[in-house]
């Protein structure tokens, strides 16, 4: 039996509305007021494994995962126990000297990629590696502009946004159409148009885009990018942040596609949610800087050694012989289950995105995820709707989440999905009508 839900809006804590309120006058007004707009009043508290829990006492199961960032859990002990450890001896250290732990991990990066890639450059967080991604590529080919799809998605630094949609580099004057392009999705015509005359230093390729919703790679799409970026001279820079570290199935989601990118950015899982860490992996070619000037690029905090410390374990975890079993049988379990729930509300819940726990579920009716995201937070589900595309929610476990747990988030989803087709349509679902 399902626990009844605690903390809704409505009961709000007067500490909450406090809080909340403080955070429009001194943190972010638009996006606070946003939230609860949408009856999600959510102030993130105590926080395990695939758990959160409200500063009002409500217990949420985290599919969002911030992206990825807590892919095997929030505070995962192994994680505590070596960065406890490692703040005994390190600290941050200091960008320009080689260090213990940035190495190891640069080493070990090199073998899980494979491919050619052998260098490793650190930054503090995904949109920065981007940049830097960005970087080595205009230096490699002596090339500016770059080439990502319609709608992507790369952070919200300098040059990351203006990869991205219009809905976030214009707000900062950041669209750069001289140097900037972008084509649809599954479209190799529209890639080979704009590559031939090879001008362009990059392809930036999420291996499935995420804030679009997670449309999937239609076959032999993303090895047909590869060719092209090898027939008309652009490196292929492959955005793992969001699709690396198992939640494929693979470790990066590039290798479930067989493709061997020229450089790779991950971020977000990397760190265990612990300490900000991201990482561009790339070839000799794409890294050819760090042998003209090393000091060219500088991140304080990039690399910063308790970061790689706690990198490294989350790497380790994550190469266990029982994990990829874990994965697949978390993705079986999540496919199976809401299949039976689509069929059950067919009218609405009508297509699953898939590739191993990335996942998007897509809803027939505008703006669909948004009203599913409110009745999931109100049956103790987190899960948030893709920004652009809100009809498709962002769903994702965890790699290691538990069977109970799984079985538990498809029974409150099925409940969830069942009012929010309720609400959207205006009639009583099949099931129901069927008892009746």
């Given at each position: 039996?399902?626990d009844?839900?605690?903390?809704?809006?409505?009961?709000?804590?007067?500490?909450?509305?406090?809080?909340?309120?403080?955070?429009?006058?001194?943190?972010n007004?638009?996006?606070t007021?946003?939230?609860?707009?949408?009856?999600?009043?959510?102030?993130i508290?105590?926080?395990?494994?695939?758990?959160?829990?409200?500063?009002?006492?409500?217990?949420?199961?985290?599919?969002?995962?911030?992206?990825?960032?807590?892919?095997?859990?929030?505070?995962?002990?192994?994680?505590?126990?070596?960065?406890?450890?490692?703040?005994?001896?390190?600290?941050?250290?200091?960008?320009?000297?080689?260090?213990?732990?940035?190495?190891?991990?640069?080493e070990?990066?090199?073998?899980?990629?494979?491919?050619?890639?052998?260098?490793?450059?650190?930054?503090?967080?995904?949109?920065?590696?981007?940049?830097?991604?960005?970087?080595?590529?205009?230096?490699?080919?002596?090339?500016?502009?770059?080439?990502?799809?319609?709608n992507a998605?790369?952070?919200?630094?300098?040059?990351?946004?203006?990869?991205?949609?219009?809905?976030?580099?214009?707000?900062?004057l950041?669209?750069r159409?001289?140097?900037f392009?972008?084509?649809?999705?599954?479209?190799?015509?529209?890639?080979?148009?704009?590559l031939k005359?090879?001008?362009?230093?990059?392809?930036?390729?999420?291996?499935?885009?995420a804030t679009?919703?997670?449309?999937?790679?239609?076959?032999?799409?993303?090895?047909?990018?590869?060719?092209l970026?090898?027939r008309?001279?652009?490196?292929?820079i492959?955005?793992?942040?969001?699709?690396?570290?198992?939640?494929?199935?693979?470790?990066?989601?590039?290798?479930?596609?067989?493709?061997?990118?020229?450089?790779?950015?991950t971020?977000?899982?990397?760190?265990?949610?612990?300490?900000?860490?991201?990482?561009?992996?790339?070839?000799?070619?794409?890294?050819?800087?760090?042998?003209?000037?090393?000091?060219?690029?500088?991140?304080?905090?990039?690399?910063?050694e308790l970061?790689?410390?706690?990198?490294?374990?989350?790497?380790?975890?994550?190469?266990?012989?029982?994990?990829?079993?874990?994965?697949?049988?978390i993705?079986?379990?999540?496919?199976?289950?809401?299949?039976?729930?689509?069929?059950?509300?067919?009218?609405?819940?009508?297509?699953?995105?898939?590739?191993?726990?990335?996942?998007?579920?897509?809803?027939?009716?505008?703006?669909?995820?948004?009203?599913?995201?409110?009745?999931?937070?109100?049956h103790?589900?987190?899960?948030?709707?893709?920004?652009?595309?809100?009809?498709?929610?962002?769903?994702?476990?965890?790699?290691l989440?538990?069977?109970?747990?799984?079985?538990?988030?498809?029974e409150?989803v099925?409940?969830?999905?069942?009012?929010?087709?309720?609400?959207?349509?205006?009639?009583?679902?099949?099931?129901?009508?069927?008892?009746?």
């Amino acid at each position: 039996m399902m626990d009844a839900p605690k903390g809704t809006k409505n009961q709000q804590s007067p500490a909450k509305q406090e809080f909340i309120e403080k955070s429009k006058a001194f943190w972010n007004p638009n996006k606070t007021q946003f939230w609860q707009d949408q009856n999600v009043d959510l102030v993130i508290d105590r926080r395990e494994g695939y758990l959160l829990y409200d500063m009002d006492g409500r217990r949420l199961i985290d599919v969002h995962l911030n992206g990825g960032t807590y892919n095997i859990g929030h505070r995962h002990p192994e994680l505590i126990e070596v960065l406890h450890r490692g703040t005994t001896r390190f600290d941050m250290g200091n960008h320009h000297f080689p260090a213990l732990g940035r190495t190891a991990l640069a080493e070990e990066l090199a073998k899980v990629c494979g491919g050619g890639m052998q260098y490793t450059m650190y930054t503090a967080g995904g949109a920065e590696a981007i940049d830097l991604a960005i970087k080595c590529a205009r230096n490699a080919t002596q090339k500016r502009k770059i080439l990502s799809i319609v709608n992507a998605y790369h952070g919200h630094s300098g040059l990351s946004v203006a990869t991205g949609a219009d809905r976030f580099s214009k707000t900062f004057l950041s669209d750069r159409p001289d140097e900037f392009f972008h084509v649809p999705f599954n479209d190799l015509n529209a890639m080979e148009d704009a590559l031939k005359a090879k001008d362009f230093a990059a392809v930036i390729m999420e291996t499935i885009p995420a804030t679009y919703g997670f449309p999937m790679p239609v076959p032999g799409y993303l090895t047909g990018v590869k060719k092209l970026c090898e027939r008309y001279d652009a490196l292929y820079i492959a955005d793992e942040v969001q699709t690396g570290l198992m939640r494929t199935g693979e470790m990066w989601g590039y290798q479930r596609y067989g493709i061997e990118p020229d450089l790779m950015v991950t971020g977000k899982g990397i760190s265990g949610g612990m300490y900000p860490i991201a990482c561009v992996v790339a070839t000799e070619r794409a890294a050819v800087w760090l042998k003209q000037d090393g000091f060219a690029h500088m991140s304080t905090m990039g690399g910063a050694e308790l970061g790689c410390l706690v990198a490294l374990k989350t790497l380790e975890i994550l190469q266990r012989p029982q994990i990829r079993p874990i994965v697949n049988y978390i993705s079986e379990t999540m496919h199976s289950g809401l299949t039976e729930i689509m069929k059950l509300y067919s009218d609405f819940f009508v297509g699953i995105r898939q590739c191993g726990v990335v996942m998007g579920l897509e809803f027939d009716y505008p703006e669909g995820a948004k009203p599913v995201m409110k009745h999931l937070y109100e049956h103790g589900v987190w899960a948030i709707f893709s920004t652009l595309d809100p009809r498709v929610l962002q769903f994702k476990p965890g790699v290691l989440m538990p069977n109970a747990l799984c079985e538990e988030l498809l029974e409150r989803v099925e409940r969830a999905i069942g009012l929010a087709r309720d609400e959207c349509m205006g009639s009583k679902s099949r099931r129901r009508k069927a008892a009746e």
